[in-house]
């Protein structure tokens, strides 16, 4: 099974309390919209768009034949111009010349008789041009009236579509409901504007989701940047949210680190209850598998039930499992661990504790002994402080990082029980928050349950996105 539906069908009880949610922020003050209708206007605003630009070509077209009979007056200009000069030439000439011979003179009258019939030719073809050109103006001012006649027409179409738009949201007003009964085969969208009311609930969905006051602000403000008065259906807002927890969730989603130090100590912190031997069964599972050898050792020697249930553990995942009489000291298991791990040439050491919160000072000597006893074997042990959280204590987990951050030096989180709930936003926070790795998930109860983190699967999942 792919691993994302897995992380879908398990990760929250039933479908995320945001997904729930969504629906009836965007249905109270949305708009069911027709998808039918909004491609109707899309292709009457296309078609208007083709006339317009067809009736500016043409526009363009006539300017040209006007430009080209422009140039054409010009050039008769030119010509007559040219022959008033040869005519004027040709009459001085003629002073100049008045004893010169009777058919020189006939010449000269017939050549003057010439020139005054083209000059009456040239004027007569300029009063033809002058008259074409007006009718082209005549023709280009009617083209204008026909392309403002069509803009005029275009815009009472629109605002006719816009109209029956409005009528046909006003009539399909309890739009899910409508939808629930199956009305209507018309493909519908409802979309709600984005607005402060919408933000504010939006707000208060993720804070319901465990999100936490200042991650909820920062993810919402976040996601309307520049979308205020946008309108937004739910799956437009679930791609938003999930878009912007995976930014936030991104660089903590690191795998637990392997380092080359034999045995590599793993120190497991966590509340009594958290899901810490469970997990440590499942990690060492996970690296037995992977070729890793794994020693555990059972720090929890006030619980005698905590030491069986690890050996249950131990057992499923085939790893052995260090363990010592109920009430004694953790510290000294710690240390004989070291050196049994060292001897067997273990990969890994992973270290249980214990976690009575209720006695903080006890619990901070018991941890700070072992990482004491331990160091003298290596003076870098523990490599790994791992806290184990469970994501059913919602808000809390957030106190517990702070707490367990004083205790000891937590250097990753591991989150369990994210399919025993409805929210998970406590992730969002906690990443928000402390920006502390996140290795892995828990899933469930059995051993393969541990997943690795990825952001875009958990932020999908979160938000109900369907990818
Ligand atoms: N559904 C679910 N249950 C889990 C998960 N991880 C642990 N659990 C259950 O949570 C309960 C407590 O888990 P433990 O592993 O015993 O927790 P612990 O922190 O070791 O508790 P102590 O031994 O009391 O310190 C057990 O019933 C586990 O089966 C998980 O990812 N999903």
């Known amino acids: 099974m792919a691993f994302f539906k897995k992380l879908k069908d398990r990760m929250f009880q039933s479908s995320s309390k945001i997904e ?10 949305g708009v069911e919209e027709d998808v039918a209708a909004a491609q109707v206007i899309e292709a009457a605003a296309s078609d208007a768009a083709e006339v317009e630009a067809q009736a500016r070509a043409a526009l363009d077209e006539q300017a040209a034949v006007v430009a080209q009979e422009e140039a054409r007056i010009a050039e008769f200009e030119r010509e007559v111009q040219a022959a008033e000069r040869v005519e004027a030439q040709r009459q001085h000439a003629a002073e100049l010349e008045d004893v010169a011979r009777a058919e020189e003179r006939d010449r000269l009258a017939a050549d003057a008789r010439r020139a005054e019939d083209a000059q009456q030719e040239s004027e007569a073809r300029k009063a033809e041009l002058a008259r074409q050109a007006s009718v082209a103006a005549a023709e280009q001012a009617q083209r204008a009236e026909e392309l403002r006649q069509a803009k005029a027409a275009r815009s009472a179409e629109d605002a006719r579509l816009e109209a029956e738009r409005a009528e046909r949201e006003k009539a399909a007003k309890p739009g899910l409901i409508g939808r629930l009964l199956g009305r ?25 989701a465990d999100m936490g006051v200042d ?5 919402t403000s976040n996601m309307a940047e520049g979308r205020f008065g946008k309108r937004l259906s739910t799956q437009e807002i679930k791609e938003l949210l999930a878009a912007e927890i995976t930014r936030i969730m991104e660089p903590v989603a690191r795998p637990m680190p392997l380092y080359p130090t034999k045995p590599q100590v793993v120190l497991v912190v966590g509340v009594n209850g958290s899901g810490k031997t469970t997990t440590i069964g499942k990690l060492a599972s996970q690296f037995q598998a992977a070729g890793k050898k794994v020693v555990i050792a059972a720090g929890d020697t006030f619980r005698a039930a905590a030491v069986e249930q690890l050996q249950v553990w131990g057992d499923r995942a085939g790893v052995p499992v260090l363990t010592a009489p109920e009430g004694s000291d953790p510290a000294s298991l710690a240390f004989d661990a070291m050196e049994q791990a060292a001897c067997d040439g273990a990969d890994l050491l992973m270290i249980d504790t214990a976690g009575r919160l209720q006695n903080r000072a006890d619990l901070m000597e018991e941890l700070q002994k072992i990482v004491r006893v331990i160091r003298k074997k290596d003076p870098d042990a523990p490599h790994n402080t791992l806290l184990v959280l469970d994501a059913t204590t919602g808000q809390n987990a957030l106190s517990q990082v702070k707490t367990f951050q004083e205790l000891a030096d937590v250097t990753g989180l591991i989150m369990t029980k994210l399919d025993g709930t409805a929210k998970g936003g406590v992730l969002v926070a906690l990443a928000d928050k402390f920006g502390l790795p996140i290795h892995a998930i828990g899933v469930g109860e059995q051993i393969d349950d541990l997943a690795p983190f ?14």
């Open 20 to 29: 729930a949610g969504l629906d009836a922020i965007v249905e109270d003050g």
């Open 215 to 219: 991650t909820a602000l920062r993810v």
């Open 184 to 208: 209507g085969d018309a493909k519908t969208v409802v979309r709600r504007e984005l607005d402060d009311d919408m933000l504010e609930r939006l707000e208060e969905l993720l804070i319901s």
């Open 454 to 467: 990825d952001p875009e699967d958990f932020a999908a999942a979160l938000t109900g996105l369907d990818r």
